[in-house]
């Protein structure tokens, strides 16, 4: 990536925790819990954290993590049933 920037899952020298929200001081053990807790949607960690509700740019961590926890969410458009 430009400039050095890497997207996906967010990591911590040694595997500690990393703060995944800087606006509202949200570390990825707080999000890991909520999602562990039934979150599925970057809203309901929102909701629950406040991770996301700022500037919004710690949102692809929070997916990211989400995924991680649920497995790769669906891509595209949702077709209509019949």
Do not use: N
Request: charged share 30%; hydrophobic share 30%.
């Amino acid at each position: 990536m430009p400039g050095g920037r890497r997207r996906g899952r967010p990591r911590a020298r040694g595997g500690g925790e990393v703060y995944i929200c800087i606006c509202r001081v949200v570390s990825s053990t707080t999000v890991r819990e909520v999602i562990t807790g039934g979150a599925r949607t970057v809203r309901q960690v929102a909701d629950a954290c406040g991770a996301g509700t700022d500037c919004g740019r710690c949102t692809a961590h929070v997916r990211a993590l989400l995924e991680e926890h649920h497995g790769p969410r669906p891509r595209g458009r949702l077709e209509a049933r019949p």
